[in-house]
């Protein structure tokens, strides 16, 4: 079984940067690694959308409102996602869902996604 931890939201002003984490472990020990890597936000009373999504292959796609502010990336062992956000805005608000295709030796490829994690700018 998979589990992707989402970390590091909080409260910050807007201008200010942020940086998510989101870390995925394998309860029996197989190897495993992500491939597609997603970020989602949800503000209040509004649909879930996609942010950012980086390909197994390392391209980059991003939602026009955060691009140039937004960066998706992977670390070299390919277990843990990130999204660095800077120039935050109060429109940036909401709580954030990483959702990723992993892949273990035991389980092949599946989809999963994080618990959340809550995002707040104030102007």
């Known amino acids: 079984q998979v589990e992707l931890v989402d970390t590091g939201g909080g409260l910050v002003q807007a201008g200010g940067s942020l940086r998510l984490s989101c870390a995925a472990s394998v309860t029996s020990g197989s190897v495993f690694r992500i491939n597609q890597l997603r970020w989602y936000r949800q503000g209040s009373g509004l649909q879930r959308e996609l942010v950012a999504s980086?390909?197994?292959?390392?391209?980059?796609d991003y939602a026009d409102y955060v691009k140039g502010r937004f960066t998706i990336s992977r670390n070299n062992f390919k277990t843990t996602g990130y999204l660095q956000m800077n120039s935050l805005k109060s429109d940036d608000t909401g709580v954030y869902y990483c959702?990723?295709?992993?892949?273990?030796?035991?389980?092949?490829?599946?989809?999963?996604w994080g618990q959340g994690t809550q995002v707040t700018v104030s102007s």
């Open positions: 980086l390909s197994g292959e390392g391209q980059t």
């Open positions: 959702n990723a295709d992993v892949w273990t030796a035991v389980s092949g490829t599946r989809n999963y």
